[in-house]
């Protein structure tokens, strides 16, 4: 799965994805979830990047697969759709 959001590829097919988890990858470099993206101490989190991207995408009007959704979810910590997640 690859999706593109926040000028990068959110991906689950990447060597430097073990097991499948999402890694995102912007200007040719892979951030893990905790992973600062941009210079400098102010630059947010990837997880936190993709989080505000998927919202502000959503509210203007862009759908997400339930899929896409999870990859997502996954990476940004974000609820899951999955109706047996308990969540």
Do not use: K
């Not at 997880?47 to 697969?65: C, M, Q, T």
Request: hydrophobic residues 35%; glycine residues 10%.
């Amino acid at each position: 799965m690859q999706i593109e959001i926040a000028n990068g590829i959110l991906t689950t097919r990447h060597p430097a994805s073990p097991d499948g988890e999402p890694v995102f990858i912007r200007d040719g470099v892979i951030h893990q979830p905790a992973d600062s993206v941009g210079p400098g101490e102010t630059a947010p989190p990837a997880g936190d990047l993709i989080a505000d991207e998927y919202a502000r995408a959503a509210d203007a009007g862009r759908r997400f697969s339930r899929l896409e959704y999870n990859v997502i979810a996954r990476f940004a910590g974000l609820p899951s759709m999955n109706p047996c997640s308990g969540e």
